[in-house]
């Protein structure tokens, strides 16, 4: 720096800077800029008390004047001393760093299990799974055992036991329901029907065309199948139990769950099936030709007064117990106006018969059983039934085994044989009603079916004629339909009707007589303050 220069003159570093080496001095430091330096230094001094002591002994006035070339030195020095200082928080190795890591990891996992947060992101998005619809014995799953929970806090039943029997569309389970005032324990049956594993899959034929299913069923869900199959047997149920014929008491229906009364002791064990009874006693042959009558009377009831058809009736969906039968699996069964009703009917008498030729019971022919089951005169209560049968057996012919033979012949031609049910499903309408005409109408296979009589309107006072039909011979009151004369004297006009052609003399007389009906009503009648009294004091008590 030239010393002649003047206080504003430009200043020029006494010091020069060098990569790897620090400041180098490359001029005298002037005694103006040195006393300026020792002034600055003394201000903070001034101002940070915390640190006087240590620039009193680390920077002496002394030590500066005497020697001003070690002041790179110094400078330096203290430099990399106070940056030591300002790094107190010193980096650890980096072993050091993963071990810390782990401490904070493992003093943290206890905490773990205090954060809930699947169960806040379960009820926003839920998942299915495999495992909900997972069933253990082909039908409980875990929405039916939700059902049980459910029908065991309604008071249906108080405990479900094991399974009783196993189907090819359902499982049986036992239960008890315990009364807590008595303490009696009543055995029930609970039936669960298989909605995951099927391995009755036809039920198409039993449900198409039938009314109870004219909204249509969903075949791709199997759920839905199963709750229309499950009500179906619950509304049979009713019928059956409701019409006197011994079978289970259905009690109540929760989807594809039914409760219904169970048919055993009171130990829990089931009655067994007809197939697996034992009859005792020298007279064998005679107690299974009673059963026989028996079931048959069964199965007239069912058509005439249920209106219904088994259409699966065999030895094993009848049991028995104390010379009673009971009939169960009522699930398929449909109503005489199914299309198919006239061929699943044929089905159950020719299952029957079989059974029972088995047992040595002489049976009857299966186009006499079909007549007796669907003629609608006849009786439809017990003994009179049994009589009825037993009248079938007499008026049949002596059959020899030629005789035999041909009526098992007969026997199978009348199961494959046609059987029209509506007019319109006849092929020749005209052939046959020219055979009724001619008094040929028991010989037609659907002569059952036919309507016996047209019953015309009598007339005022008279009597209406009284003629046989073409194909009964019952008693009843009618007329046919041809060599009636006085069928214009229907038409003939009488009176005006309406009370303006009334007299006037019979108006007043009425009108009279309503008048004073009222008045004697009124009579009776309860004072309006005491009706609101009453109605006020029922109210209150209600609250």
């Given at each position: 720096m030239d010393p002649a220069a003047g206080p504003a003159a430009p200043h020029e570093p006494p010091y020069q800077y060098t990569a790897n080496q620090g400041y180098q001095q490359t001029e005298e430091i002037p005694r103006e800029l040195q006393t300026q330096k020792d002034d600055g230094a003394l201000l903070e001094q001034e101002d940070d008390n915390d640190f006087d002591d240590i620039f009193e002994?680390?920077?002496?006035?002394?030590?500066?004047?005497?020697?001003?070339?070690?002041?790179?030195?110094?400078?330096?020095?203290?430099?990399?001393?106070?940056?030591?200082?300002?790094?107190?928080?010193?980096?650890?190795?980096?072993a050091n760093t993963f071990a810390s890591v782990d401490d904070q990891v493992s003093a943290l996992s206890k905490h773990a299990a205090k954060l809930r947060l699947d169960t806040v992101k379960q009820d926003v998005e839920k998942d299915k799974d495999k495992a909900d619809r997972a069933t253990s014995e082909q039908v409980l799953d875990q929405r039916t055992r939700m059902i049980l929970l459910q029908m065991i806090n309604r008071g249906f039943v108080s405990e479900v036991h094991g399974a009783i029997s196993t189907g090819k569309e359902a499982n049986v389970y036992?239960?008890?329901?315990?009364?807590?005032?008595?303490?009696?324990?009543?055995?029930?049956?609970?039936?669960?029907y298989k909605t995951a594993i099927l391995s009755f899959k036809d039920r198409e034929r039993y449900i198409t065309g039938e009314h109870r299913f004219k909204g249509g069923f969903d075949k791709?869900?199997?759920r839905k199948m199963v709750k229309l199959w499950a009500e179906k047997e619950f509304r049979n149920l009713r019928r059956i139990y409701t019409a006197g014929i011994p079978c289970p008491e259905p009690i109540s229906l929760k989807l594809h769950v039914l409760v219904m009364g169970f048919l055993g002791d009171r130990k829990g064990w089931a009655y067994p099936r007809l197939r697996d009874a034992t009859l005792t006693g020298y007279d064998v042959d005679q107690q299974w030709h009673k059963l026989y009558v028996q079931l048959l009377?069964?199965?007239?009831?069912?058509?005439?007064?249920?209106?219904?058809?088994?259409?699966?009736?065999?030895?094993?969906?009848?049991?028995?117990?104390?010379?009673?039968l009971y009939i169960i699996d009522v699930s398929q069964s449909v109503e005489p106006d199914h299309p198919r009703s006239l061929e699943f009917l044929r089905m159950d008498i020719k299952n029957v018969g079989d059974f029972f030729?088995?047992?040595?019971?002489?049976?009857?022919?299966?186009?006499?059983?079909?007549?007796?089951?669907?003629?609608?005169?006849g009786p439809v209560e017990e003994p009179e039934m049994a009589k009825a049968i037993?009248?079938?057996?007499?008026?049949?012919?002596?059959?020899?085994?030629?005789?035999?033979?041909?009526?098992?012949?007969?026997?199978?031609?009348?199961?494959?044989?046609?059987?029209?049910?509506?007019?319109?499903?006849?092929?020749?309408?005209?052939?046959?009603?020219?055979?009724?005409?001619?008094?040929?109408?028991?010989?037609l296979v659907y002569s059952n079916l036919l309507a016996d009589q047209v019953i015309a309107p009598k007339k005022d006072g008279e009597d209406g004629e009284e003629e046989q039909g073409s194909a009964s011979d019952s008693d009843d009151e009618g007329a046919s339909l041809s060599g009636d004369s006085n069928d214009e004297a229907n038409f003939e006009k009488g009176p005006p009707r309406g009370r303006r052609f009334e007299?006037?003399?019979?108006?007043?007389?009425?009108?009279?007589?309503?008048?004073?009906?009222?008045?004697?009503?009124?009579?009776?009648?309860?004072?309006?303050?005491?009706?609101?009294?009453?109605?006020?004091?029922?109210s209150r008590r209600k609250k």
């Open positions: 002994e680390d920077f002496d006035d002394n030590e500066w004047s005497a020697d001003a070339g070690d002041l790179t030195k110094s400078y330096n020095r203290q430099r990399n001393a106070d940056g030591a200082a300002a790094r107190s928080n010193q980096q650890k190795p980096t036992g239960a008890v329901l315990h009364d807590d005032q008595t303490g009696e324990a009543t055995q029930r049956a609970i039936k669960v791709g869900n199997n009377g069964i199965m007239r009831r069912i058509y005439q007064v249920c209106r219904l058809v088994h259409a699966d009736l065999s030895e094993y969906n009848i049991l028995y117990h104390k010379e009673k030729r088995r047992k040595g019971v002489d049976t009857l022919a299966d186009r006499a059983i079909f007549n007796f089951i669907t003629t609608p005169e037993e009248t079938l057996y007499e008026t049949r012919a002596d059959t020899s085994e030629d005789q035999a033979a041909q009526i098992e012949v007969d026997n199978e031609v009348f199961r494959n044989q046609y059987i029209p049910q509506t007019l319109e499903q006849v092929y020749d309408i005209e052939k046959d009603a020219q055979k009724v005409t001619q008094g040929e109408g028991n010989d007299d006037k003399d019979e108006k007043k007389a009425h009108k009279q007589a309503v008048k004073e009906a009222k008045r004697e009503k009124r009579k009776e009648k309860m004072p309006k303050h005491l009706k609101k009294k009453i109605v006020a004091t029922s």
